[in-house]
């Protein structure tokens, strides 16, 4: 959505300053910012300011633009008010754990799932959503779009590799897999070999994930999968 908010008037205008509106991408608005055509206007100005995600102002001559007889001038300031990108990270253990904390500081929505109640008690973030599920029923409520980052990361081989298959076929922004590069490569013999996916698919996903710094701990490849989720994150965001 886009909040559109009057920052300046001239003469007679129906609202004055600070008078706001929300418009969604699909035209509802909440909030008036003066009815008319000069709303309808700005609708359209709301929608372009969402497609663009640019922050933009807009003057409005009421009179010679918009043929209304009040006849000032209005400033509107439109912004884009994006949903945030969602995380799933299967599995809690001690690089899920800390991938949550450093994800939470990069304003991503951390959703952590784990079939082990005494790993997803020990985070405490109330920041965090701690969903203590089995693997396959969390996957069949979870919502995926293009604004979906997920890391695997599970305790077990074929665990990973269910969430993957699943995972492989929703509409995602980024998909990766812990793992070393003998697992991935029994993995992609396996889903080829099978049918679950292509070489293409494959090829998309990030496996080993993250960025390769060399690091060993659970910090250290935590930090490693959250500057590869940043990367995608501003790749996306500038149409690279």
Known sequence: MALCVIVNTKGSTPRKVGAKMLVTENRKIYGTIGGGALEKKVIENALLVID????????????????MCC????????????????LYIFGAGHTGHALAGYAIDMDFEVFVID?????????????????????????????????????????????DRTI????LKQKHAYLGMIGSQRKIEVTKKMFREGGVATEEE??????????????????EIAISIIAKLIEIKHTKLNGK
């Open 52 to 67: 663009k995600n640019e922050p933009q102002l807009f003057r409005h001559d009421l009179l010679h633009q918009h043929n």
């Open 71 to 86: 006849g000032g001038t209005i400033d509107i300031y439109i912004e884009p008010v994006m949903k945030k990108n969602k």
């Open 115 to 159: 079939d082990r109640k005494e790993y997803i008690d020990q985070i405490t973030s109330e920041n965090v959503n701690k969903m203590n599920l089995g693997f396959e029923q969390a996957l069949s409520v979870l919502p995926f779009d293009e604004q979906t980052y997920i890391a695997i990361l599970t305790y077990d081989h074929s665990i």
């Open 164 to 167: 993957l298959g699943f995972c």
């Open 202 to 219: 494959l090829n998309a996903v990030d496996m080993p994930m993250g960025i390769d710094i060399k690091g060993e701990s659970p910090n």
